[in-house]
């Protein structure tokens, strides 16, 4: 694993981290691509739970996370236990 990384199986107290106020990604097909797979997510979440990796960034480094998506808003999604994560913030979704 390289520096600066958080291990995608490892807890991750998203409540406590601050989030930056601008995007992650810069390119606008990137974006909308984000929101895509975060839509695909979800829906396979509702099908047969299934649980993706999350790449995104924080105030201080850059961090994944192994969990699933709830469900989907505009500016936010909600993850397993309840806990809520800014789509700005986020650089990947990857599928297991």
């Known amino acids: ?13 998203i409540e406590s981290l601050s989030f ?6 810069e390119n606008q097909r990137a974006k ?8 695909k997510a979800m829906t396979l979440e509702g099908i047969d ?9 924080d105030q201080v480094e ?11 808003a505009d500016d936010h999604v909600v993850l397993a236990h309840g806990q809520s994560l800014p ?3 986020i650089l990947d979704v990857e599928f297991l």
Do not use: C, W
């Open 87 to 89: 789509i700005h913030s």
């Open 62 to 72: 850059l961090r994944r996370m192994r969990t699933r998506v709830v469900a989907t």
């Open 49 to 57: 739970q299934t649980e993706v990796i999350l790449t995104f960034q």
């Open 20 to 25: 930056r106020t601008e995007d992650v990604l």
């Open 1 to 13: 694993m390289k520096p600066g990384k958080t291990a995608a199986n490892a807890y991750i107290d």
């Open 32 to 39: 909308i691509r984000r929101k895509a797979d975060l839509l």
